[in-house]
C-alpha cells in the first residue's frame, strides 16, 4: 500500500492535516504529533525497529535502534543511536552505523572493553565496542549473506570506526543473525550468542578477545519453534532476592508468537560459561509479553554490579509494522523494564515491572479508595481525567462476585480500549477491536489473553497509557502484556466496568504523565 494511503486514512481518521511524509525535507517535528508518544522513546522521523547495543557507559544509557535514515519504511538498515542519564528524556544523535557498500547493520550488542582485550581502546581507557550482524541482500544468483563484525569507539560512543579484519565470524549463510555479547566471569571470556532462525536454534561461541571466535554449544529446538528464531539474549539473575541464581535465555520469534506475528519465549537454567541446560521440559513455552507489540527486547550491558537486568523492546508487530498511521516516524520502544526472577507455584517465572525513574514524571496522584463501582464512575468523569492520554492507573480491588471485570480506557462514543479480567477462564485481557483506527491492517483489530490464576481473588494493575500504547503489568509484573492502540480524536474517556455481579471495594491511583519534551522541536536532557 502507498504512503499516500496511509496518509488518506490517518486524515479521515483524526481530522488533522499532516506537513509531509517521512523522508522528505519538512521541519523538525514538534514531537507533539496526536500519535506521538510522550514518555517512550521513538525516533525524530523514519523508520525504527530492533532496539540495538544496549549499555551502560561512563554516567549514559545508549540505546541504538534499527533505523532507515531514508524513510519511514523498512530498508537501509542502520544503527540509530539515542542517549540518556535517566531512562527518561532520550537525546537523538547522529547515526552510529550506517549502512556502506551494500551491507546493511543488523541487530546486535555493544560490550564495555574495560581491559582492551579487543586491541580497539586508545590512552589506556575502556572503550564500546559494537558486534553486529552486516546484512548483503540477494542478489540475482547470489543468496544473501549474513556475518557477524565489529565496530568501536573511543569517544563514549560519539563516532565510530568499523573493524578492518570484518567478518570476525562468516558461516555463509543467509540466516545467521543477532549476536548478543557478554563477558563470562565462570570461563573468563566473551560469550556470544547467534541465532540460526531456521533451525531454530541459538549457537554459543567464546573469545578472549572479541576479534577470534570458536563454538562452545548450541541450544534448540525448545519451547515455540513456529517461525524463525531470532534476537537471543542470556543474562544472570538472583530468584527472590537470594544468592541463588538462575539464568535467562530470551528468544524472539517471527512468525509464530503467542497472538500472531512476531512474539517473544524465554527458558529458565543454568549456564557455565559454555553451556545453557534449561531446567524445565523442552515443550514448555514461557512468554516474556503476553500482547501483540513487545518484540526484539534486549537488556543492558555494562549495569553496575548487582543491579537488576534493565530490557527495552520494540513496540510493533511485523504483521503490520509498515502500515501504522504515524508520520513523520514509523516504530517505538517499550518503557524501560525492571526485570525479576520469583518463585510462584508453576515454578521460577519472569517478573516484569516499569522502572523506578517514571516516578520523576508523574504529576501529584488522584487516589479513590474504597468506591463501589458507581462511586468510582462518578468520581472519574467528574475528575476528567486523561485528557493528555499519557497516564499510569493502579487499581487493586477483589473479584467478589464478578464474572468479568476490567476498565475501559481511551473510550468515547462506544469506543474503548478494554484492560479486563474473566473470573470463570481466569484470563487477563486487552481488547482492541472497538479502539479506534483499526482498519489499517486486517491483523491489528484483536482481543489478546493470559492466564492468570490469582492466590486470594485480589487482582493489581499497572497500567501505563501513552497517546498510542497500552502496557498492563498484572500481579506485581507477573505477566506484561503490549498492545498499541489508535484512538480517535476525543477518546480519553476512564471507566470501571463490571459483568455478572459486583467486585469489591475498588482502589485506584491515577496519575497524569508528563512529557520528555519540551515541544520546541528538540528531545535533549
Not at 502507498?2 to 523538525?28: C, E
Not at 575502556?126 to 547470489?142: D, F, I, K, S
Not at 543474562?235 to 517471527?254: A, P
Not at 479506534?436 to 492466590?455: E, I, K, M, N
Amino acid at each position: 500500500m502507498s504512503d499516500r494511503w496511509f496518509m488518506k486514512t490517518f486524515l479521515l481518521s483524526i481530522g488533522l492535516a499532516l506537513v509531509g511524509l517521512a523522508g522528505l525535507d519538512t521541519p523538525a517535528p514538534t514531537y507533539d504529533q496526536p500519535y506521538r508518544p510522550q514518555y517512550h522513546f521513538s525516533p525524530r522521523k523514519n523508520w525504527t525497529n530492533d532496539p540495538n547495543g544496549l549499555v551502560y557507559f561512563a554516567g549514559e544509557y545508549h540505546l541504538f535502534f534499527q533505523y532507515n535514515p531514508f524513510g519511514d519504511e523498512w530498508g537501509h538498515m542502520s544503527w540509530g543511536h539515542s542517549v540518556s542519564q535517566d531512562l527518561l528524556h532520550w537525546h537523538e544523535l547522529p547515526v552510529a552505523l550506517p549502512e556502506q557498500n551494500g551491507i546493511m547493520i543488523f541487530t546486535g550488542s555493544t560490550v564495555v572493553d574495560q581491559g582492551n582485550t579487543s586491541g580497539f581502546c586508545s590512552r589506556g581507557k575502556p572503550c564500546l565496542v559494537a558486534v553486529y550482524t552486516g546484512h548483503t541482500p540477494a542478489n540475482g544468483a547470489r543468496r544473501a549473506l549474513q556475518t557477524q563484525n565489529l565496530a568501536y569507539s573511543n569517544d563514549k560512543g560519539r563516532t565510530w570506526a568499523k573493524y578492518a579484519g570484518n567478518p570476525v565470524l562468516n558461516l555463509n549463510l543467509p540466516d545467521f543473525r543477532d549476536p548478543k555479547v557478554f563477558w563470562s566471569e565462570q570461563s573468563k571470556r566473551w560469550v556470544m550468542l547467534v541465532s540460526l532462525p531456521d533451525d531454530h536454534k541459538v549457537r554459543i561461541y567464546g573469545s578472549p578477545n572479541l576479534r577470534n571466535w570458536e563454538q562452545l554449544s548450541e541450544f534448540g529446538p525448545a519451547g515455540a519453534t513456529g517461525g524463525q528464531w531470532e534476537c537471543p539474549e542470556l543474562f544472570e539473575m538472583q530468584v527472590n532476592g537470594t544468592s541463588d541464581t538462575r539464568w535467562v535465555l530470551k528468544v524472539g520469534l517471527n512468525p509464530g508468537g503467542l497472538q500472531g506475528g512476531s512474539g517473544e519465549q524465554y527458558f529458565v537454567g543454568r549456564f557455565d560459561g559454555r553451556r545453557f541446560v534449561n531446567d524445565n521440559p523442552p515443550a514448555l513455552t514461557l512468554w516474556t509479553d503476553y500482547g501483540k507489540d513487545c518484540y526484539c527486547a534486549l537488556t543492558f550491558n555494562g549495569l553496575p554490579r548487582g543491579q537488576a537486568p534493565i530490557m527495552i523492546g520494540w513496540m510493533n508487530n511485523w504483521q503490520y509494522a509498515a502500515a501504522i498511521p504515524t508520520s513523520p516516524w514509523r516504530g517505538q520502544m517499550t518503557f524501560p523494564r525492571r526485570l525479576s526472577l520469583r518463585s510462584t507455584p508453576d515454578g521460577i517465572r519472569l517478573f516484569q515491572q516499569p522502572t523506578d525513574s517514571l516516578q520523576h514524571l508523574r504529576e501529584p496522584p488522584v487516589n479513590l479508595t474504597d468506591q463501589s463501582v458507581d462511586q468510582l464512575n462518578r468520581n472519574l468523569s467528574s475528575a476528567a481525567f486523561g485528557k493528555t492520554r499519557t497516564f499510569e492507573l493502579r487499581s487493586t480491588f477483589p473479584l467478589g462476585a464478578a464474572q468479568e471485570v476490567g476498565w475501559k480506557i481511551l473510550a468515547h462514543d462506544g469506543s474503548s480500549t478494554i484492560v479486563g479480567y474473566d473470573t470463570q477462564a481466569r484470563q487477563l485481557f486487552v481488547d482492541r477491536t472497538h479502539s479506534g483506527v483499526v482498519g489499517f491492517h486486517r491483523d491489528f483489530p484483536v482481543r489478546t489473553a493470559a492466564p492468570l490464576s490469582l492466590s486470594g481473588k485480589l487482582l493489581r494493575l499497572d497500567i501505563l497509557v501513552d497517546r498510542c500504547s497500552v502496557e498492563v503489568f498484572a500481579d506485581a509484573g507477573r505477566i506484561a502484556m503490549t498492545n498499541l492502540v489508535f484512538p480517535m480524536a476525543g477518546e480519553q474517556k476512564i471507566e470501571f466496568y463490571s459483568k455478572g455481579g459486583q467486585p469489591g471495594p475498588i482502589s485506584v491511583e491515577l496519575s497524569e504523565v508528563r512529557s520528555i519534551y519540551s515541544q520546541k522541536g528538540a528531545n535533549s536532557f
